[in-house]
């Protein structure tokens, strides 16, 4: 799986906008970006993908770079419940090594009240 | 709606020990993961299964066994406990290699 390469932490206030990024120089023409927080004691989740274009959800949005070497996920409020560890993740399309799901470290992000 | 679900929440075993975690998912999926996680560290793959019937080693499989009962179950064996053991465990499901996964509560295990 080709590596990406976060910051170890980050600080915002809350009810502000977080930008959190993620280089992935490596990344394949077919390697979907993903994204997990894990909140504190429970197990990862879920937070967003995408491929070439920016996405959106209900949660967040993913911005991702045109040469694809980099993404930013995007909270445009955070609350405090936002306070978690972000990962982000490249994920390939085919077999063999592509059914690992590999986590680095992720982003401590804290929320100041 | 149970999702991924995982027994026990908490054990505690003694060195030499064995047990097994028991892990269950109710959204069809084909793929399932086993995951460890120990203090202040990201997660760290031990096995997974792309499909019912066949399982891989990830990064970390030396100490565990696993069986893929079916599409339904996948169990972690620890057949002698040792306390580098120690860790909260995960177990994952998703459909496809591209998709979603989801994560189950987790496993506190603490080896004594």
Known sequence: DAKTTQPNSMESNEEEPVHLPCNHSTISGTDYIHWYRQLPSQGPEYVIHG???????RMASLAIAEDRKSSTLILHRATLR??????C????????????????????????? | NAG???????????TGQSMTLQCAQDMNHNSMYWYRQDPGMGLRLIYYSASEGTTDKGEVPNGYNVSRLNKREFSLRLESAAPSQTSVYFCASR????????????TRLTVV
Request: glycine share 12%; aromatic share 12%; net charge positive.
């Open chain 2, 4 to 14: 991924v679900t995982q027994t026990p929440k908490f054990q505690v075993l003694k």
């Open chain 2, 95 to 106: 459909d496809r290699a591209y998709t979603e996964a989801f994560f189950g509560q987790g």
């Open chain 1, 82 to 87: 936002d306070a978690a560890v972000y990962y």
């Open chain 1, 89 to 113: 993740i490249l994920r390939g399309r085919g077999s063999g090594s592509a059914r690992q799901l590999t986590f680095g470290s992720g982003t401590q992000l804290t929320v100041l009240p």
């Open chain 1, 51 to 57: 491929l070439t274009s920016n996405v959106n959800n």
